[in-house]
């Protein structure tokens, strides 16, 4: 009876009932875009902090470099040769790149610090090579003189011409990673898409992995060589950054780092994994209270950093997003409230009717909040796909963000803690004092923000139904026969 009344009235009442439920279905459906929006927002956002930090890692130490400290500036040296040789000459300076250096104790000090699971280190350099060749002039001869390049005497008429000297000046970023530890630092947010990565035995090896963007400039391949200061690295593999940014061009083995940048036992960065999420910022304290001298920096700490058009849009999301669902939703419970109350007003000879026959209040009650759950139901059902469309359409469309890396200066504010260290760095031979990044937004649906949107359906038809219910339990038979003409 209950079943077959029910849809007896919600067919003879469609527009009323597809009224109510379009309320509800919009306002589902805003909860889940925004929702799904917010997510995607979040995962861009690791992605960023994920090319900067490396899979795993929570947290990293470094040393800011002192205010009076001035960099050394590379001095080169090149001889003009008086046989008149025109080979080429080059010379690399190879410079630790960023922060002060720590010594490599200090890894052994941090993983010894309670709360933590692992700690490694590594050496960020920044490589500066200047090759080319000089060319010898040649006198141009008047009367009396000799000419050409060998030209022992020029006469006063004599003009020397031509020559000089052509000289290129090249820079790349090298970094030296612990090949004992390959589940923790920079190269772990790089996928090697061709050859291998380091073996735990080749802590001293003169191998390399190079960046698939910097093999691609340098026409480098597997098996390739490159020289660094002279020292010969065979490339075993090629490594393209999930994030589209590599850390570094080149990632040789520490000790080789250590070796090529005169800095034995130094490191810039410690890499850290905490054993719990949860202890990130007691760990932090920790190290900072325990290892002086020394600048942590947090995930959270490097997403402060994180501005341009990625940071806005979320701050949009997660405050107007999320206000202006509230406000929808609350509109949309009332609305369906008080339209289910109207309805049961102008079915007062009705309600009258059936308490007259011997219906009780709390079954006329249950009649209403049934049809206003069925409404409830179907309004999150038509929400739930105008969500999923809509999400599925800004997953489509993929707007790109901009996230600009940038912020700090050295002095252990949130970004010049970043990886690798630098004055104004985010990350290993990676100088960002404007680094952008562009990241694709997607809107992922999963299937809490379902369970939420069907929640907020049942909980649609409960209001509306309260609403209607209420009133349903106050009429008497007596309004009934009142109304009948």
């Known amino acids: 009876m209950f079943f077959t009344y029910l849809r007896r009235e919600l067919r003879r009442r469609r527009k009323a009932a597809l009224v109510v439920a379009s309320g509800l279905a919009l306002g589902i459906a805003l909860v889940i875009i925004v929702t799904s929006v917010s997510s995607g927002m979040g995962k861009a956002q690791e992605k ?20 009076t400290q001035t960099a050394e500036r590379p001095r080169f040296r090149f001889d003009a040769r008086e046989d008149g040789s025109e080979e080429e000459q080059s010379s690399d300076r190879v410079m630790v790149q960023g922060f002060q250096t720590l010594a490599s104790s200090t890894v052994g000090k941090v993983a010894g610090q309670d709360g933590v699971a692992d700690a490694v280190g590594g050496l960020s350099l920044h490589v500066l090579k200047v090759s ?52 923790l630092g920079p190269l772990t947010s790089s ?19 190079a960046d698939s963007a910097y093999a691609k400039e340098k026409k480098l391949e597997v098996g390739s060589t490159v020289t660094v200061k002279g020292t010969k690295y065979k490339v075993i593999g090629i490594a393209t950054a999930s994030s589209g940014d590599a850390a570094a061009n080149l990632y040789v083995p520490l000790k080789q780092a250590q070796t090529l940048a005169d800095a034995k036992d130094k490191v810039t960065t410690i890499y850290v994994k905490a054993t719990d999420s949860q202890r990130i910022d007691s760990v932090k304290s920790a190290i900072q209270k325990n290892i002086s001298g020394t600048t942590v920096t947090t995930s959270a700490d490097l997403a402060d950093t994180v501005s ?178």
């Open 191 to 209: 996928e090697i898409t061709s050859g291998r990565t380091f073996r735990a035995s080749e802590t001293d090896a003169k191998v390399a992995v």
């Open 48 to 67: 960023v902090l994920q090319s900067l930090y490396g899979l795993g890692t929570d947290m990293t130490v470094t040393k800011a470099a002192e205010s």
């Open 132 to 183: 080319g060749q000089f060319t010898r002039g040649q006198v141009k001869g008047g009367e009396g003189g000799q000419s050409g390049p060998g030209a022992a005497q020029p006469a006063p008429q004599d003009r020397v011409q031509g020559g000089g000297a052509d000289f290129d000046v090249n820079s790349y970023s090298v970094y030296g990673t612990d090949v004992t530890e390959p589940a």
């Open 308 to 485: 341009g058009s990625l940071s806005t849009a979320s701050s949009l999301a997660a405050n107007v997003g999320t206000w202006l669902s509230v406000a929808v939703l609350v509109a949309a419970f009332l609305v369906a409230g008080l339209l289910t109350s109207s309805a049961v007003s102008r079915r007062v000879r009705e309600f009258g009717t059936l308490k007259a026959l011997g219906w009780k209040s709390g079954r006329v009650t249950r009649q209403v909040v049934g049809e206003a759950m069925v409404n409830g139901l179907l309004g999150g059902a038509l929400g739930i796909g105008l969500g999923l469309a809509g999400a599925y359409a800004v997953t489509a469309i993929s707007p790109t963000l901009e996230a600009q890396l940038g912020g700090g200066g050295g002095t252990g504010a949130p970004g010049a803690g970043g990886p690798g260290g630098g004055a104004v760095l985010m990350g290993p031979g990676r100088e960002a004092a404007a680094k952008t990044l562009d990241v694709a937004l997607t809107a992922p649906v999963s299937l809490t923000t379902v369970a939420l949107a069907v929640a907020l359906a049942v909980t649609g038809g409960l209001i509306a139904g309260a609403f209607g219910g209420w009133r349903a339990s106050r009429l008497r038979p007596a309004d009934a026969l009142r109304r009948v003409e």
